[in-house]
C-alpha cells in the first residue's frame, strides 16, 4: 500500500522555466511534508517542508504548495538551473518519532 | 559533525552470505531509521528506533533481515542468507526528533 505516490517517474524541464513535481498522499493523519533532493551517489538531503496548516511555504526558488482537500502536494522551482537536477522524494509524516514515509521519487533533470 | 556514516559504501557479495551493513548516526540524535532505496518503491522504511529501543520494524521484508542498535552511537541491518533480490541501496538516517532526518550517503549492495 503505497501511502505517497508521485506518478510522474522523471521530468526534464529547460534552464530557466519552472519546474512543477507532483506528490498525492492518501493518509489523512499526515500532517507534515517534506521534500528531499538526492543526487547519484549521496543520500538525500532536506529542501523544504510544509506543516499541514499551512498551504504554502516558500523559500528562494523552491515553493512547496500543500492542497489538503485533494492530499496533493507540489514542489515547484523558478527559474530551473542545471544544478537542480537530482531525483526529488516528497515525504510525509503522521505518527510520532519523525517516521517519514516517502514517494518512489522523481528525476529532474534541467537542460541548459 | 560528520553526519551519519554509514559503511561499506558498496557490498559485492554472493547469494547465501551474510551481509553486515553499519551506521553511527549523528551525535544526540536519538531516532534511527534504516531505508532501502529500490525503483520500484522508492524510499521504503525497514526499521527505526528510538532511543536505542526498536519501534516498528514492519518493514522489515523477511526473517532474513535484522537490525540492532546496541548504543546511541551504532546500528547495524544484517541480512543472512542474502539473496539477489536483496540488491538496492540501504540508507541508514537519524533524526533528534524533530520532522527533518539527516541520510548517510548509502550503502549500495549488489547479491549475485
Known amino acids: 500500500d503505497q501511502q505517497v505516490k508521485q506518478n510522474s517517474p522523471s521530468l526534464s524541464v529547460q534552464e530557466g522555466r519552472i519546474s512543477i513535481l507532483n506528490c498525492d498522499y492518501t493518509?489523512?493523519?499526515?500532517?507534515?511534508f517534506l521534500w528531499y533532493k538526492k543526487y547519484p551517489a549521496e543520500g538525500p538531503t532536506f529542501l523544504i517542508s510544509?506543516?499541514?496548516?499551512?498551504d504554502k511555504n516558500e523559500d528562494g526558488r523552491f515553493t512547496v504548495f500543500l492542497n489538503k482537500s485533494a492530499k496533493h502536494l507540489s514542489l515547484h522551482i523558478v527559474p530551473s538551473q542545471p544544478g537542480d537536477s537530482a531525483v526529488y522524494f516528497c515525504?510525509?509524516?503522521?505518527?510520532?518519532?519523525?517516521?517519514?514515509?516517502f514517494g518512489q521519487g522523481t528525476i529532474l533533470t534541467v537542460h541548459p | 559533525d560528520a553526519g551519519v556514516i554509514q559503511s561499506p559504501r558498496h557490498e559485492v557479495t554472493e547469494m547465501g552470505q551474510e551481509v553486515t551493513l553499519r551506521c553511527k548516526p549523528i551525535?544526540?540524535?536519538?531516532?534511527l531509521f534504516w531505508y532501502r532505496q529500490t525503483m520500484m518503491r522508492g524510499l521504503e522504511l525497514l526499521i527505526y528506533?528510538?532511543?536505542?529501543?526498536?519501534?516498528?520494524d514492519s518493514g522489515m521484508p523477511e526473517d532474513r533481515f535484522s537490525a540492532k542498535m546496541p548504543n546511541a552511537s551504532f546500528s547495524t541491518l544484517k541480512i543472512q542468507p542474502s539473496e539477489p533480490r536483496d540488491s538496492a541501496v540501504y540508507f541508514c538516517?537519524?533524526?533528534?526528533?524533530?520532522?527533518?532526518?539527516?541520510f548517510g550517503a548509502g550503502s549500495r549492495l549488489t547479491v549475485l
Open positions: 493518509n489523512s493523519m499526515f500532517d507534515y
Open positions: 528506533f528510538n532511543n536505542n529501543v526498536p519501534i516498528d
Open positions: 538516517a537519524s533524526s533528534p526528533g524533530a520532522n527533518v532526518l539527516t
Open positions: 551525535s544526540g540524535h536519538n531516532s
Open positions: 515525504a510525509s509524516r503522521g505518527t510520532s518519532y519523525g517516521k517519514l514515509t
Open positions: 510544509i506543516s499541514s496548516i499551512k
